[in-house]
């Protein structure tokens, strides 16, 4: 796959996985560990996402959004878990719109969760 998607992509998981320690570690008081969280968890997304996209098209189907890519990968075993990728763009729609509807700790675990499903994708190279 191609090796610059590859490589934005777990530097936007390393990215979260830091943002989703500060926010764990942080005190309360400020908001920015949060902030860090909410954007780290955007760009992981859409790094992740397109990275579906890139293999499912590989496999000669079609994936024009984030998340007919999920259900293609998932259709095809490269996934194992679609609904709750699925909630995770969801909850990364919504909180770019504003539109939030989750506490701040429910959208932190669902970045630490979406962490543990992305880093399959990251460490499961496949061969074209």
């Known amino acids: 796959m191609g090796s610059k998607k590859t490589n934005k992509l777990e530097t936007s998981l390393a990215h979260l996985e830091e943002a989703v320690k500060a926010y764990k ?53 490269m996934i194992s878990s679609p609904v709750d990728w699925l909630a995770c763009i969801d909850a990364r729609n919504n909180s770019v719109h504003d539109y939030f509807g989750i506490s701040e700790k429910d959208y932190a675990d669902l970045a630490e969760k979406f962490l543990n499903l992305a880093k399959e994708i990251s460490q499961n190279k496949k061969a074209a």
């Open 25 to 77: 570690n942080a005190d309360g008081k400020s908001e920015l560990p949060f902030l860090a969280l909410s954007k780290a968890f955007e760009i992981a997304i859409e790094y992740a996402w397109r990275e579906l996209k890139l293999r499912v098209e590989s496999e000669g189907l079609d994936a024009p959004s984030p998340k007919a890519a999920v259900k293609q990968a998932a259709k095809i075993g």
